[in-house]
């Protein structure tokens, strides 16, 4: 069973930065693609930025330029760098994981998504 836990959010002026981390506990190795959502109030969960596990990445237009998402080398913790912070990134921001898992015995697989509880990130004007 994967679990994932967010960590650094907190309230920063516009223009700051924060570093968010996400860290796994459970079957690190099932762990394929790690994603940061975010979600504003009265708004839909919005995907940020994405990364694999061979470190291919990808991120929203609104965030590129300002934001990087990273990996750690043994593949249990990604990290979200967010720069330039405004107003409208205010939300919070949620780690995403696609686990894998076996559904016979010849070892066929499917995968899951595995969420975390979320971090609040508020960036003030």
């Known amino acids: 069973q994967v679990q994932l836990v967010e960590s650094g959010g907190g309230l920063v002026q516009h223009g700051g930065s924060l570093r968010l981390s996400c860290t796994a506990s459970?079957?690190?190795?099932?762990?394929?693609?790690m994603r940061w959502y975010r979600q504003a109030p009265g708004q839909e969960r919005e995907l940020v930025a994405s990364?694999?596990?061979?470190?291919?990445?990808n991120s929203a237009t609104s965030v590129r330029g300002r934001f990087t998402i990273s990996r750690n080398s043994g593949q249990n913790t990604v990290y979200l760098q967010m720069n330039s912070l405004k107003p409208e990134d205010t939300a919070v921001y949620y780690c995403?994981?696609?686990?894998?898992?076996?559904?016979?015995?010849?070892?066929?697989?499917?995968?899951?998504?595995?969420w975390g509880h979320g971090t609040l990130v508020t960036v003030s004007s």
């Open positions: 990364i694999s596990r061979s470190a291919m990445t």
């Open positions: 995403n994981a696609d686990v894998k898992y076996v559904i016979n015995v010849v070892g066929a697989y499917k995968y899951r998504e595995v």
């Open positions: 459970g079957d690190i190795s099932s762990i394929n693609a």
